[in-house]
């Protein structure tokens, strides 16, 4: 019981951690599940759609904001392609530079 408090101590302590690390981070960051459906960001990107991240995890763009369907286009091309993608977008009248990257699990699948 102990070495499994303490592996799940470890792995909170390691979480919090990323998360901390995330949300120092001044891009704007997120992922998604394979279904499009957001699984997490950091706090530029919570600022940046004007929402907490409590309401963005487990949707979709197109249900949190109007707004960005360029961006949405873009994920599904990238999804396609499986592949990096790399765009300039404007957005809400500033220019972003975009990077899409697919996310892979341990064995390899496409998974977000």
Not at 18 to 27: A, E
Not at 106 to 111: D, K, T
Request: hydrophobic share 40%.
């Amino acid at each position: 019981k102990k070495a499994l408090a303490c592996s799940l101590d470890v792995k909170e302590r390691q979480a919090s951690l990323l998360n901390t690390m995330l949300d120092n981070i001044p891009d704007l960051i997120y992922f998604k599940n394979i279904d499009g459906s957001f699984i997490g960001c950091n706090a530029a990107f919570e600022t940046f759609l004007h929402v907490k991240r409590e309401e963005i995890v487990g949707r979709e763009l197109h249900e949190i904001t109007d707004k960005f369907s360029e961006l949405t286009a873009l994920e599904q091309y990238m999804r396609l392609q499986q592949r990096s993608l790399t765009q300039t977008l404007v957005l809400d009248e500033k220019s972003y530079m975009l990077t899409l990257a697919p996310f892979y699990n341990e064995q390899h699948r496409l998974i977000g």
